[in-house]
Structure formats: C-alpha cells, structure tokens
C-alpha cells in the first residue's frame, strides 16, 4: 500500500520559514519522480517544485530563489524548504510521486502565511 505522508505546515509571518517533509512508503522511492503541489482556495492545484530520479530539479517562477526541493533516498523522504515566504504562499501542499503510468498523492498540508 503506497502512503505518502506530509508533515511541517502551519501559520507563520511574512518573511519566515517552514521545512515541508514527506515521507514515502509502498514505493521504489528512488525510482519516482516526485514533486511538491499546491492547491490555494478557489484556485487549481499547480506544481510548485519537482525533483527527478537523478536529482535534477525543476521550480515555478513564483517560488525560485525562495524555496528548495530535496530527496533523502536512505530515509524515503522528500523535503521543501521554503524561505521568505508571502502571502500568497498559502495554500494546501501536497507531495506527489510519479513512475509512469502511475501516480500517487498524499493527503496535504496546510501553510497559511499571514501577519
């Protein structure tokens, strides 16, 4: 049974920090791709960062520079480091892993930023 589980949101002020973790089981970690989305109220969900099997990564625009993904394949986690965050940062985030043809998400963590 693939779970996927993330932990480290919460409330935090403009201009803080949070470390985003998701820890992967019922996969071939290191065979995944896997990737951070994001969902905000009214809107749809979007990839934020993605990370490859090789360790390459990929960001939106929105986030580069401020945030960074990372894989730890002895412990099957994956990790968001998000820095100088705003406002518009709040949102549900979810961790994703991707070997084709499947797909599997957890079940998201709230980060509200707000002063």
């Known amino acids: 049974q693939v779970q996927l589980v993330e932990s480290g949101g919460g409330l935090v002020q403009p201009g803080e920090s949070l470390r985003l973790s998701c820890a992967a089981s019922g996969i071939i970690f290191r065979l995944n791709v896997m990737a951070w989305y994001r969902q905000a109220p009214g809107k749809q969900r979007e990839l934020v960062a993605l990370i490859t099997t090789g360790g390459s990564t990929n960001y939106a625009d929105s986030v580069k520079g401020r945030f960074t993904i990372s894989r730890e394949q002895e412990t099957n986690t994956l990790y968001l480091q998000m820095n100088r965050l705003k406002p518009e940062d709040t949102a549900v985030y979810y961790c994703?892993?991707?070997?084709?043809?499947?797909?599997?998400w957890g079940q998201g963590t709230q980060v509200t930023v707000s002063s």
């Open positions: 994703n892993a991707e070997r084709h043809p499947n797909m599997f």
